[in-house]
Every structure is written in structure tokens, then in C-alpha cells.
């Protein structure tokens, strides 16, 4: 029982660690909350049902997904975000607010206000070990999200671009002078932060099997919870906070079975780990 | 004097403009992003509600206690915020806006899910109206005093740098206590009138989406001033009736209002760098040249 | 017994010495000289000695009093004040209104005395004593963030002025001013040491040093490579070293 829920608990804290992983790439290189991920996210669900309903093929419904994804945010990031960098903090942080709810709004309009199936089987089965049954859904969660994070990982630490992404995310005026194209670094965090995020659109949709306008809503704080756990910025910070925060909800919840709402949870770990740790697990000063 | 409607905006209306003036003083003097104002002000109300049904104190009497109980909570909440900086801070405001929440919802001593219910008000709804005004105006003053006097000048020095602030003798934990208990006490304020012009209160009305309309008020009017503050709280106040005939599309005008707002008068209407003050300024220096050169 | 005595500071980052072992003392009304190469960890002693960062290790004594434990603001009350090298006035006050930041100590010590009113006829007097001292009476209703970069590094002296400081820390108050700026600034800095307040200088031109300061310290990565009179440390083959590339500027 207790691994069954181990098992749950990862497959939600590593689609957590997926959404954030976006939110705190951006803000590595422009130091901005990007509420409106979470759109990107909810889109990303949108845009793989669409798909899936023509060509009823998962995996390519992933992949146009996170194209897709990847494109709007581009377009944030040139459109929104560009020509607000230089105002007070909160200014970008309002319009991204303003953004994600009129985000939900227009899902809400187009598709309508109900949950929509998403009835993907990728044909991948389940596992058994054992007492431990991974379902056919874990399964693919796992499998998807560790893939995504090793080749987050190779890129961001055997490739000049990811050197490039952490020497910008350090310092953009000195990566700047050291000759890095910082617009274009910059591009790529929302690019690769924007194909996560619309693969856990995915991923989400397909496990739980509904798609509907707000469910961005929760990940949206949620996420924000784990990247300041994780310390604002820090990669394997934010890895470690979507786990520790997806395990914890779930063996609290299922194992005390406390009548706790799973989504203040999150924000109560946060808040004790701060008070020990003012800049998270793993940030820096 | 006015339909029963009207009024019913009107006080609305009146209790915004005071968390509006509430959370400018902490983000707007103090420069303390909060993104969880409505959870002081649920705080309040749950004061205000658990007073008068629970201990039947009478609406002036559970008034200061409201007032009072909210400053000391939300000065003890913001010891959290004391240790965080700038997005740190945001982020856990908004923890603690689910929090308490959260609290609300599930422990039974806040009457859980249904919320707390029968609270007497004492005055009729026009008379409410009348009350709110007077408190309305008794906030302006308030504010006017604040910002004259040396806590005033301390807080805009740490919103405008802490560290330089600190340098200059000035101890930013004692006056972060206080910009966050004043603005909480006004809250406080707001929750009362709130809980006994509703007599029916539920967590669902403190949620994390009300904290951003009330910080949308602040941006919207110009941050860091009273006017902004006062005319934002109008405008959101009134803007839901306004466009409640185009019902389904209300949220997606507001939410694009803050993406245009923030693209093209980041200010807010009448912020001291926005283009109306700035026409203002002009025509008042224009205008005494004219009577003298005339 | 010295005016400021700094034992033994140490400071590290992430493992990195930025200073090590540092001693060095002030007496009473004396300018002190603090040079060095870049980085050599000028700017964190100042913030160490401004409370704005804590020690690693070591001691600062300040009238006989340790002081390395102290908030920045008990620090500024207890009579230090500061300049910063990158100016950080309060950008959208007016020049009175930076000023009269640093009277609240004195002013409106309790918690009632804050509710007074911070625009006092007496206080603003005070103020724009204080900015005639730096040349500065006719910006008074400027906005900072809008003057020039000299007027900003006088608005600052101002500022730590206002605090009536025994102890004045100034961080490269001459870089980038113009040259004719120099004289009119070092005549100042002369002028407050008259009235009794005690200097210490981190500046970048060896010019104004030589001129100004009775004793200097040299830092180089963190370690004190010497210490003395102006002409003790220009003949110094270690400070010689620790400048090549930069010779001109010291001979």
C-alpha cells in the first residue's frame, strides 16, 4: 500500500517538477514570475486533445504539442515579457497574472466549461513488481518526464548551449559582454520551459483523463511553491521540490488521511523550509 | 434616497476603496509585494463574524477588537515575509493566502465549508451606506497623515532601498512590522463592514483570486498613491456591473484591461509618471503664467 | 586606545577569501587611505564595517565598543555613516527628502515620535544646511534618480551627513566626477575632519590619496600588503608589484 502510494506520489511530483522546471528557466534569465506557464500548460492539454482527436496517436500528439507549446511561448516572451523587463518587478508580474486568466477564459469560451476525455493508451501496458503495481498511466508519466529531464540534463551540462543558459541565468549583462547572444539564450529558456510545460499539459490530461479550462489553475501556485522551495532559479532545486512536494502530498494525504486540502500543503512546506532556508533548498544569495 | 442596488455597490464599493488604501500602504508606500491581501481581510471578517455570533458583541464594540485582533495577525503573518526579499516575499504571501484559507475551509471552529451565517447588523442598508462613507474618509485622512509623518518617510525609503535605508538609521524589521500591522488593521476595518453588511461570510470570498483584483485596484489606479488606489477601487468596483450584460466575457476583459494596462501605462491611470497627472501638471503651470502675463 | 580598530577580519564566500585576516586602525580626526587593485576587497570591508554584511571572522571596535554584531541601522546610530561606490539615493525623493532620511534616529527615536510630521521647519533647515555644505542648495526639489552622476556621489555624502556621524566611510566619492570636481571635493572632505569627524577613504585615484590621507592600508586579494604614510606605501616594492600595469598612476 505504503509504495503504491510512493508510486503515485512520484508520478505527480515528477509531472510538478515538469511544469516548474519551465517557470524557473524563465526566471533564471529575467528574473519574472511567469504565472501565465501554467496557460502554456493548460493550452499544452488543449492543443494534445485536439490532436489526438484527428490522429488518434499519443506520441505524436505529445510532440505536436510541445512544438505548439513552444511557439506561444516564444511569443510571450516577445511580445509580454520584452518590452516590460525594465519596469518595477510587479509590472510584468500583474500582466502575466492578466494574461493567464484571460488564457483561461479563452479555453473556456472555445471548448466550453466542461471536463473533456482524454482517452490516450500508448500502448506501453503496466508493471508489476511484486506488491508494486505501476499502472499503464505512471508508466508513461515516468517514462516521459525522465526522458525530458535527462535531455534537459545533457543539454544543460555537455552542450555549449547550456553553458551558454547557465552563464546568462548567473549574470546576463557579463554573459552579454562575454559575447553569449543573451536574446537569444533567453528564447530558448522559454522555448525548452514551454515544450515541458505543454508536455505535462499532456501527460496530466492523459493520466487523470480530463482536460478543462482551469486546470491550470492549481499548478499555477503550486509550481510557484516548488520553485521557491527549490531555491528561485535552481534546476535540480526545482527537480527535487516538484518530488518531495508530489510525494508528500500524497503519502500525507493517503496514508494519515488528515482532512487537509493537498493544495495548501504545498505552500505550508514552503513556508517552514523558507524560515530555515530564506532562499530555498538549493539557492544561492 | 438611493435604490437598494445601488447602495448595495455603493458599500461594496466603500469596503474595496479601503483595502485598496490598506494594501497601498504596504506595497505601495512600503514597496512589500503581497499577493495574499485577502487573507487579512478574511481574517477580519472571521473576527468580526465569530465576535458578534458567537460573544453577540455589538457591531462598535467588536469593531476596535476586529481592528485590533487583524493589526496583531497580520503583523505576526508578516514575520514569514521578514525573512523573504522582493519575489520570495510574493510567493509567500500567496502561500500564506492559501493557508489561511485553508484554514477557514476545514477547521470546524470557522464553521468550515457553509461559512458563518446570522451576523446582526445594526443599521438599516441605507444607513450602512452612510457608515461606510464616514470610515471611507476617516481612511483618507488616515493616509494623508501617514505619509506626512516620519513612519510614512521611513517606508518609502525601503521601498526605494532597503539597504541605503538601513544605512541611514533606519531599522527596515520594525517598520515592515508596522507598514503590515497598519495595513492589516485597516483590513481589519474592511473585514468588519464586509461580515456585517453580508451577515454571511465563506472562505471562498478570501481566496487567492480576490487578493489579485485587490492588487489589480492598486496597480490599475497608480501605485504607490491614494487617488490611484481610491480610483482603481472604483473602477473594479463598478466595472462587473457594468459589464454584466456581456456576463460570459467579463473575466477575459479583465484579465486583457491588466495585460493592456500594464503594456501601455504600467503606472496605472494616475501614477505620478502616467500621461493624465502629467497633462495635469502642465495645465496648473500653464495656467498661473497665463493669469500673470494677463 | 583607536577610534576604529579592525582585528583580524575575515570574510568568505562560498569558500573564497575576500578578506583575510585583515588589522588595521584609525585614531581619532585622522583620514585614513584604503587602496588597492580591483577586487581586492575594499567595498567588503566597508559593507562589513556598515553591518551590511557579518564577518566570517575577526572583530571591529568602534570608540571601545565591538561593533561586528550590529544591524546597519544600530550601526548608523551609533555614529557610522556611509557612501556606496555605485550611488543609491532614493531614487524618486526629492534631494531635501534624501536628506532628511538620516534625522529619524535623532529625531523620532519612539514609536509615537514616528507619528510626527517628517517635514518639521527645524529639520529642514538642518537639511539644507547640510546640502549647502556639498554644494548642493539649488537641487533641493530635484528628483535624485534624475542628477547627474556627481551630484548623486555629493547627494550621498549629503545623506551620511545628515546622520551626524563621527565615523565617515567613503567609498570612491571621486570616481567618475569631473577633474575640477576634485579639489572643491577634497576641500570638503578636509573641512569635515576640521569639525572632528574621522575619515576613512577607499579611492581609486592615487593623486587625491597622497594628498588627502595621513595614513594608508593597502589591500591586495583580501591580505593587507602594507601600511603607512603616503610616502612609505608609494615606495613599497610589494604595493609597487601588486599595482604593475597600473605604475603610472602610482608614481
Not at chain 2, 242 to 249: E, G, S
Request: aromatic share 10%; net charge neutral; with cysteine.
Amino acid at each position: 500500500m505504503i509504495w503504491q502510494q510512493f508510486a503515485n506520489g512520484l508520478a505527480i511530483g515528477s509531472v510538478y517538477a515538469l511544469i516548474a522546471l519551465g517557470l524557473t528557466m524563465v526566471y533564471g534569465v529575467l528574473r519574472i514570475l511567469h504565472i501565465a506557464h501554467a496557460g502554456v500548460y493548460a493550452l499544452g492539454a488543449y492543443v494534445g486533445l485536439l490532436v489526438f482527436r484527428f490522429i488518434p496517436n499519443f506520441w505524436l500528439a505529445l510532440a505536436i504539442t510541445m512544438v505548439a507549446s513552444s511557439f506561444a511561448g516564444i511569443i510571450l516572451q516577445r511580445y509580454l515579457y520584452a518590452p516590460l523587463l525594465a519596469l518595477p518587478r510587479i509590472v510584468p508580474l500583474i500582466a502575466s497574472i492578466g494574461l493567464f486568466i484571460a488564457m483561461e477564459e479563452i479555453f473556456r469560451l472555445i471548448a466550453g466549461p466542461y471536463i473533456l476525455a482524454f482517452p490516450a493508451d500508448p500502448g506501453l501496458g503496466g508493471i508489476e513488481w511484486g506488491i508494486v503495481r505501476i499502472t499503464n498511466n505512471q508508466f508513461l508519466v515516468f517514462l516521459v518526464t525522465v526522458s525530458l529531464l535527462a535531455t534537459l540534463w545533457f543539454v544543460m551540462s555537455k552542450t555549449k548551449l547550456g553553458l551558454a543558459m547557465k552563464a546568462t541565468s548567473q549574470d546576463l549583462e557579463i554573459a552579454s559582454v562575454m559575447g553569449i547572444n543573451t536574446e537569444r539564450i533567453i528564447a530558448t529558456n522559454f522555448l525548452i520551459g514551454s515544450a515541458l510545460a505543454g508536455a505535462a499539459g499532456v501527460l496530466v490530461g492523459v493520466y487523470f483523463n480530463s482536460v478543462y479550462p482551469t486546470m491550470g489553475s492549481i499548478p499555477a501556485y503550486k509550481a510557484l511553491a516548488i520553485i521557491v522551495l527549490g531555491g528561485l532559479g535552481s534546476i535540480p532545486g526545482t527537480v527535487l521540490g516538484g518530488l518531495l512536494i508530489g510525494l508528500g502530498e500524497t503519502l500525507l494525504l493517503g496514508l494519515i488521511n488528515i482532512p487537509f486540502p493537498r493544495d495548501a500543503l504545498a505552500f505550508i512546506i514552503m513556508i517552514i523550509i523558507l524560515m530555515f532556508r530564506p532562499y530555498g533548498l538549493l539557492g544561492k544569495e | 434616497m438611493f435604490g437598494g442596488y445601488i447602495i448595495t455597490v455603493a458599500v461594496t464599493i466603500g469596503i474595496y476603496i479601503i483595502l485598496a488604501m490598506s494594501l497601498n500602504i504596504i506595497t505601495g508606500y512600503a514597496g512589500q509585494i503581497s499577493l495574499g491581501h485577502a487573507a487579512f481581510w478574511g481574517i477580519g471578517a472571521y473576527c468580526s463574524a465569530l465576535l458578534s455570533t458567537r460573544l453577540g458583541l455589538p457591531f462598535w464594540i467588536g469593531l476596535p477588537m476586529t481592528i485590533a485582533i487583524t493589526a496583531l495577525t497580520g503583523s505576526l503573518l508578516a514575520i514569514p515575509c521578514l525573512r523573504v526579499r522582493e519575489d520570495f516575499l510574493a510567493i509567500t504571501t500567496i502561500g500564506i493566502n492559501f493557508v489561511v484559507q485553508a484554514v477557514f475551509l476545514y477547521v470546524p471552529f470557522f464553521g468550515g465549508a457553509m461559512g458563518i451565517g446570522g451576523i446582526r447588523s445594526p443599521f438599516s442598508t441605507s444607513s450602512f451606506f452612510w457608515i461606510t462613507l464616514i470610515f471611507v474618509l476617516v481612511c483618507i485622512v488616515l493616509d494623508r497623515w501617514l505619509v506626512t509623518s516620519w513612519i510614512g518617510l521611513a517606508l518609502e525609503s525601503i521601498r526605494e532601498d532597503e539597504t541605503a535605508a538601513a544605512i541611514s538609521g533606519i531599522d527596515v524589521v520594525r517598520f515592515k512590522v508596522a507598514a503590515f500591522a497598519i495595513g492589516s488593521g485597516l483590513t481589519g476595518l474592511a473585514g468588519h463592514l464586509y461580515a456585517h453588511f453580508m451577515t454571511f461570510i465563506s472562505a471562498d470570498d478570501f481566496g487567492f483570486p480576490q487578493s489579485i483584483v485587490i492588487l489589480s485596484m492598486i496597480v490599475f489606479g497608480g501605485i504607490g498613491t491614494l487617488r490611484g488606489a481610491i480610483l482603481g477601487a472604483i473602477i473594479l468596483g463598478v466595472a462587473p456591473e457594468i459589464f454584466r450584460p456581456v456576463l460570459d466575457y467579463r473575466t477575459l476583459i479583465y484579465g486583457g484591461l491588466l495585460i493592456f494596462m500594464m503594456r501601455f501605462q504600467p503606472g496605472g491611470i494616475l501614477g505620478d509618471q502616467s500621461v493624465l497627472p502629467k497633462l495635469f501638471r502642465m495645465v496648473r503651470q500653464r495656467s498661473p503664467a497665463l493669469v500673470r502675463s494677463g | 586606545m583607536a577610534f576604529l580598530e579592525v582585528r583580524c577580519l575575515t570574510k568568505e564566500f562560498y569558500g573564497l577569501r575576500a578578506l583575510d585576516r585583515v588589522d588595521f586602525s584609525v585614531e581619532e580626526r585622522k583620514i585614513l587611505g584604503i587602496i588597492g587593485p580591483n577586487g581586492a576587497g575594499k567595498t567588503t570591508l566597508f559593507n562589513i564595517i556598515s553591518g551590511i554584511l557579518r564577518p566570517t571572522a575577526g572583530e571591529i571596535q568602534f570608540q571601545g565598543a565591538r561593533i561586528n554584531h550590529l544591524k546597519p541601522h544600530q550601526i548608523a546610530m551609533a555614529g557610522i555613516a556611509r557612501t556606496f561606490q555605485i550611488v543609491r539615493p532614493f531614487g524618486n525623493f526629492t534631494v531635501l527628502k534624501n536628506v532628511l532620511v538620516g534625522f529619524g534616529h535623532r529625531f523620532y527615536p519612539g514609536l509615537f515620535s514616528s507619528a510626527y510630521r517628517f517635514e518639521k521647519e527645524t529639520h529642514l533647515e538642518r537639511a539644507r544646511e547640510i546640502l549647502a555644505r556639498v554644494g548642493m542648495e539649488t537641487y533641493q526639489g530635484s528628483i535624485a534618480k534624475n542628477l547627474p552622476l556627481g551630484l548623486k556621489k555629493h547627494l550621498e555624502i549629503a545623506r551620511a551627513l545628515a546622520l551626524d556621524p563621527s565615523l565617515l566611510l567613503l567609498d570612491e566619492p571621486m570616481a567618475g566626477l569631473q577633474y575640477e570636481e576634485f579639489e572643491k571635493l577634497a576641500g570638503l572632505i578636509r573641512g569635515l575632519r576640521e569639525e572632528g569627524i574621522t575619515i576613512v577613504l577607499i579611492e581609486h585615484n592615487m593623486q587625491v590619496v597622497m594628498d588627502l590621507c595621513e595614513r594608508i592600508v593597502v589591500l591586495d586579494h583580501g591580505v593587507k600588503i602594507a601600511e603607512g604614510s603616503p610616502e612609505e606605501v608609494r615606495t613599497d616594492p610589494q604595493v609597487i608589484e601588486a599595482y604593475i600595469g597600473q605604475e603610472e598612476t602610482v608614481a
